[in-house]
């Protein structure tokens, strides 16, 4: 007990200059320019189509279970039916023999329309808006009183308005390009999800807008640490695991 007594009174005086660097630290750190971004994602709208690889060995597996699975007497499968059971299956039998799927190339893929939210049904769409700098995701300084995620909020209200619903991927960004030698903003990335409605153009400054897929925004993106952010942030057709990287 008296030793630890005596070693604190020994920390103390350096507990002290180790406060006053934490407050000189976070002095500098306020004068840094930060800056929040907001990828803004549109999921898809039609399963993706399996891989050539993976349609191949789904069919191999069911031809191996139906080779090993038993079969079971035909009363254990339909049971008892009455009249109007059958009456129903016959309308059913209708309704799926004029039952025609739609088409998975729409429209807005014909016509070239980046604009569209029909575009690309099977794949996961971002919003890029385009400004003087070029192509990018809407992104706006963030205030002292505000966090990360309240200043994503801010710039996509005012970006592309109101007249639509988002989900918030947490408090937590997702994704951060750290300012070299004191050069540049920090610049971090919260993700969010169209829930439902049409976002459309808002803000002066942005001259134009595009919902692109990640294939597609090599095609945009000219910076080349945004690029490498988002081909590991942003999830592929068929999404595994979603990580943070930093």
Request: aromatic content about 8%; hydrophobic content about 35%.
């Amino acid at each position: 007990m008296f030793r630890c007594a005596s070693a604190l009174r020994e920390l103390k005086p350096r507990l002290g200059i180790l406060g006053s660097f934490r407050l000189e630290s976070t002095d500098v750190a306020a004068e840094e320019v930060v800056r929040v971004a907001c990828v803004l994602e549109r999921g898809p709208l039609l399963k993706a189509l399996l891989p050539d690889w993976e349609a191949e060995f789904k069919t191999w597996a069911e031809k191996i279970r139906a080779k090993r699975s038993k079969q079971l007497p035909v009363e254990f499968i339909e049971g008892k039916r009455s009249v109007g059971d059958e009456e129903g299956d016959e309308e059913e039998a209708k309704k799926m023999a004029s039952w025609r799927p739609n088409p998975r190339v729409s429209a807005a893929d014909k016509a070239g329309d980046t604009k569209s939210l029909m575009r690309c049904l099977d794949a996961h769409l971002f919003l890029i808006v385009k400004s003087k700098s070029g192509w990018g995701f809407p992104e706006t300084e963030n205030l002292q009183t505000e966090t990360f995620r309240q200043t994503a909020e801010r710039v996509l209200e005012e970006t592309m308005g109101s007249s639509f619903q988002t989900y918030f991927l947490g408090n937590c960004p997702f994704g951060h390009i750290k300012a070299e030698n004191g050069k540049g903003p920090n610049l971090f990335f919260h993700r969010a999800k169209l829930v439902v409605g049409t976002p459309s153009l808002k803000s002066q400054g942005v001259m134009d807008y595009a919902w692109v897929s990640k294939e597609e925004l090599p095609k945009y993106l000219k910076d080349e640490k945004v690029q490498k952010l988002t081909k590991g942030m942003l999830p592929n057709v068929h999404p595994k695991v979603v990580r943070h990287f930093w």
